[in-house]
């Protein structure tokens, strides 16, 4: 069965350096997302893109961050300036692959720990 | 007012159980309702995903949703010790497709 990979699964940073965390969406989807889960808390949204453009981010989703999507398969989130509380598990997750319809299943990726010293 | 509630749990039954969990919502404009179950270190799992009201059936997984009331809920038929997980309501409205999630019930099925 097709799922999302994302790399590392865990990633240890210190305070201030960039970091990029890698997905690979499944392969014939067309709409993917970032989420992020802090230790004890619920899953949140952070971005969604969609034709290589944000469709839609929080206010979680600053300056900081970015996405891109530079080949045909992977999708990457960028946070620039790591803070402390930038520390959790960072899922993404795809949708698809019908064109023009957003409100298909997300399936998610198994995530990426990413703890800021 | 929280947009998605859930009882956190945990949540405790014995094996061959039938299992109820459950999420309350207050925006009205959501329309697409999933269930995920999360094992420990993993991603979200995709169990049920169910448009408007009704119910759904899946095995030994039903999904219900009633609209009018702003409650969903999960049903588990013979519970197995695999059960155990946290369990994951989300909500999108339709226009958008950002899902909502509850913070999750944890289940332990026990032998």
């Known amino acids: 069965e097709p799922e999302v990979t994302q790399t590392p699964s865990h990633q240890v940073t210190q305070m201030g350096q960039e970091v990029i965390l890698r997905c690979v969406p499944i392969s014939n989807h067309l709409y993917f997302y970032w989420y992020r889960q802090i230790l004890g808390q619920k899953v949140e949204f952070l971005v969604s893109?969609?034709?290589?453009?944000?469709?839609?981010k929080s206010e979680i989703f600053d300056d900081q961050f970015s996405v891109e999507r530079p080949d045909g398969s992977n999708f990457t989130l960028k946070i620039r300036s790591t803070k402390l509380e930038d520390s959790a598990m960072y899922f993404c997750?795809?949708?698809?692959?019908?064109?023009?319809?957003?409100?298909?299943?997300?399936?998610f990726g198994d995530g990426t720990r990413l703890s800021i010293l | 007012q929280k947009e998605v509630e859930q009882d956190p749990g945990p949540l405790s039954v014995p094996e061959g159980a039938i299992v109820s969990l459950n999420c309350t919502y207050s925006?009205?404009?959501?329309?697409?309702f999933m269930w995920y179950r999360q094992y420990s270190r993993k991603g979200p799992e995709l169990l049920m995903y169910?448009?408007?009201?009704g119910n759904k059936e899946d095995g030994r997984f039903t999904a219900q949703v009633d609209k009018s009331s702003k409650y969903i809920s999960l049903f588990i038929r013979d519970s197995q010790p695999s059960d155990s997980a946290t369990y994951l309501c989300?909500?999108?409205?339709?226009?958008?497709?950002?899902?909502?999630f509850g913070t999750g019930t944890r289940l332990q099925v026990t032998l």
């Open positions: 893109f969609y034709n290589n453009e944000i469709s839609e």
């Open positions: 169910t448009y408007s009201s």
């Open positions: 925006n009205s404009a959501f329309q697409y």
């Open positions: 997750a795809s949708s698809g692959p019908l064109s023009g319809s957003s409100n298909q299943p997300q399936h």
């Open positions: 989300a909500m999108s409205d339709g226009t958008a497709s950002k899902l909502t």
